[in-house]
């Protein structure tokens, strides 16, 4: 192995140690991260840090895409092991793929679904992995429209002339040909999931809903319904 290469080695595997402790971080602290406490308990100071990352926004936007790309993959793997044809399979699948990753990483799933980060601004790279779960979710209600399968089972409301044009533009970022209502519908069904994944994760069903599984898995049912998926 060349010199190059084993620094390029060495270096990936140093980056990936820091991330790794500043994961234990989120799980102890939440998102208040410290560089200072990273190098701690990396035995280093924390000025051998910023070799790596230049400072804790850096830090936070690695973990980011990191816990995006995750979730994203996890989503995507769902969706391809189910029969392209079966469209309320195959949103099932994704919303449970979402949330059982969220159960087994709570603190990166509150890192870029809970509340932000207090002087932290992320930048665009963070988009495209942010997108993919977006991004499978309308993967499905395309294919379903494209197959004319579409059929809510309630009509569709009269929409503001603001919210049409924004939900035209919706579609055409997703590059999705779909009318203005079923993009509204979808994101409601979004919204949806990853509310019934937040309330399930922060603790607001506690006393009141004893099978989360079972629960979200009615709830996300009534989601496709909405969207009108057979």
């Known amino acids: 192995m060349t010199a190059p290469s084993l620094r390029r080695r060495v270096r990936a595997e140093m980056i990936g140690e820091i991330k790794a402790v500043a994961r234990r971080h989120l799980a102890a602290d939440g998102a208040n991260l410290s ?8 035995g280093m100071v924390s000025s051998a840090l ?6 804790r926004d850096e830090l936070l936007t690695a973990l980011i895409i990191d816990a995006y790309d995750a979730v994203g993959a996890a ?9 392209p044809g ?9 919303a449970r793929a979402a949330r059982e990753w969220a159960v087994a990483h709570p603190a990166e799933y509150a ?38 399968r579409l059929a ?27 009318p203005p209502d079923t993009v509204a519908r979808t994101m409601l069904a979004w919204v949806q999931i990853y509310g019934l994944i937040s309330f399930d994760l922060f603790g607001h069903f506690l006393n009141s809903v004893f099978d989360r599984a079972a629960f979200f ?5 009534t989601a496709a319904d909405l969207i009108g998926l057979p």
């Open 35 to 42: 560089l200072r406490a990273v190098a701690r308990d990396m």
């Open 50 to 55: 910023y070799r790596y990352f230049a400072g």
């Open 75 to 83: 989503v995507e793997a769902a969706d391809a092991a189910v029969d």
């Open 86 to 94: 079966d469209h309320r399979g195959r949103l099932l699948a994704i």
């Open 111 to 148: 890192l870029i679904f809970g509340s932000p980060v207090p002087g932290y601004t992320a930048p665009a790279e963070t988009i495209g992995p942010a997108s993919r779960q977006t991004t499978a979710i309308v993967g499905v209600v395309r294919d379903a429209a494209a197959a004319g």
């Open 152 to 178: 809510p089972r309630l009509p569709d409301r009269e929409m503001p002339p603001v919210v049409r044009d924004e939900m035209a533009a919706v579609a055409r970022l997703m590059q999705a040909e779909l």
């Open 217 to 221: 898995d009615h709830q996300v049912n």
